[in-house]
């Protein structure tokens, strides 16, 4: 197959292919394309492009991102965009060589995920019971809550549910994750009841909204925007809201984190692992085990907070009693 003529179509056609092919999540695809713009311009300002560009180029685009101060976690996403690229520009047969398969990247830093207290989620549970201008957002708010507590979802996954998946008072729901891959998540009975709530009172302003000639929705969670369902950033502005509402940390609370604090509230708890990783959709089990190292570190930090031999001058001061009072 002839190479496209110019970096821009290389990208897209790229991108399209992992859309058909992989089953690639929108945002994945918007990062790949945001990415892969980026080493396009960086190479035509220097009279170069993909067909042409060699290691030596690529490792020095690389360095200008260190050199700009851009983060690991951001080089090593750009040169993983980059190597996706070039093995499907070789598959294809646009070039006989990947330029990129021998560079190593920087790595990412290993960081543990933020994660919440039980009462700290009950907090943000509470608050969204009370955070809403009418009782219809209140409900919604509650709904949205308990179904990302109880199952680990990913919020795009949660966002953009059908409604059909909710049909029937389920006791499980069918989720469409990365890369089109399904699984099954239990609903926890304060869940199903959110989500009977919700759902009843959905279909009513559904309901109104056809009688006055708008359209339907065939999501969970509709939205009046171009989606047509309740988006990422607009869970984002909620859950901070909650947060302050609930009392709770602001800076500890992220979309994500009710899907590390489902996991390590599992584990803590006896989960299987290998239990986790289905629930949570996770391609690699190694993926899941930074839940092991989160629940080590909480423990390590409630032995260096409360036991008494931890403070300073009390094992001091132990040792002084014990030698004041020896046994017999």
């Known amino acids: 197959m002839a190479a496209p003529r110019d970096d821009l179509q290389w990208i897209s056609t790229f991108l399209e292919a992992q859309a058909a092919e992989a ?147 389920p006791n499980m729901l069918l989720v469409l994750g990365k890369g089109g891959k399904e699984r099954m998540v239990p609903l926890s009975p304060p869940a199903r009841d959110a989500l009977r709530v919700w759902l009843t009172l959905r279909d009513e302003i559904d309901g109104e909204r056809q009688a006055k000639g708008q359209p339907g929705s065939r999501f969970l969670f509709p939205s009046r925007g171009k989606e047509g369902h309740l988006t990422r950033h607009w869970f984002y502005l909620l859950i901070k809201d909650l947060a302050v509402t609930g009392g709770v940390d602001p800076q500890k609370v992220t979309p994500h984190t009710l899907r590390h604090a489902f996991a390590t509230h599992l584990l803590a708890n006896g989960a299987d692992l290998r239990a986790i990783q289905a629930l949570l959709g996770h391609a690699d089990i190694a993926t899941t085990e930074i839940y092991t190292h989160v629940l080590d570190a909480r423990l390590s930090e409630l032995v260096l ?23 017999d």
């Open 305 to 327: 907070e409360h036991h008494p031999l931890s403070r300073p001058g009390e094992a001091r001061q132990s040792l002084n009693k014990d030698s004041e009072n020896p046994k």
């Open 23 to 169: 089953g690639a999540a929108r945002n994945t695809l918007l990062a790949y394309g945001r990415d892969l713009k980026d080493v396009a311009g960086w190479l035509d300002h220097r009279n170069n492009a993909f067909g042409q560009a060699a290691r030596d180029d690529i490792e020095a685009y690389l360095i200008g991102c260190d050199a700009e101060g851009l983060s690991r976690a951001t080089r090593a996403r750009r040169l993983s965009a980059i190597r996706q690229l070039y093995h499907f520009a070789f598959e294809e047969g646009w070039r006989a060589d990947n330029p990129a398969i021998q560079i190593k990247g920087p790595g990412r830093a290993k960081k543990l995920p933020k994660t919440l207290e039980v009462i700290e989620v009950d907090r943000l549970l509470e608050a969204a019971r009370q955070t809403g201008r009418h009782p219809a957002d209140r409900l919604r708010n509650t709904c949205l809550m308990e179904l990302l507590y109880a199952t680990g979802m990913r919020v795009s996954e949660l966002m953009s549910l059908p409604v059909a998946s909710a049909r029937g008072d």
